[in-house]
């Protein structure tokens, strides 16, 4: 059984930066595409950013330019990390690693961590 254990998350100021991880372990040769999302309150939980087994990032709009995501993976671990810089206040939200045990899209990912807290202030 695989299980995502996130860690970075916290404060920041507005322009300053924060590294998410987020390692995966167990059975993670079948983790396909891996990815961030993001729930402010009273909002739902939207794609931050995702990355393909060959590398290929994806970023929401408002994030590009800003966000960076990678991936590594050892025999017996997945880890992928979103690299954020100038931090804006509407960045503030708990953050979800998320990840796909198979080919399919990030949207029907069926292994989620536990979240992170990111807040930013002026």
């Known amino acids: 059984q695989v299980q995502l254990a996130e860690s970075g998350g916290g404060a920041a100021q507005v322009g300053g930066s924060l590294r998410l991880s987020c390692v995966a372990s167990g059975f993670t040769f079948r983790i396909g595409i891996m990815a961030w999302y993001r729930q402010a309150p009273g909002q739902q939980r939207d794609l931050v950013a995702s990355i393909t087994t060959g590398g290929m990032p994806y970023y929401v709009d408002s994030v590009k330019g800003r966000f960076t995501i990678s991936r590594e993976h050892t025999e017996n671990t997945a880890t992928v990390t979103l690299q954020m810089n100038n931090l804006k206040p509407e960045d503030a939200a708990v953050y979800y690693c998320?990840?796909?045990?198979?080919?399919?899209?990030?949207?029907?990912?069926?292994?989620w961590g536990q979240g992170t807290l990111v807040t930013v202030s002026s």
């Open positions: 998320a990840a796909n045990q198979g080919p399919g899209p990030i949207d029907a990912a069926d292994l």
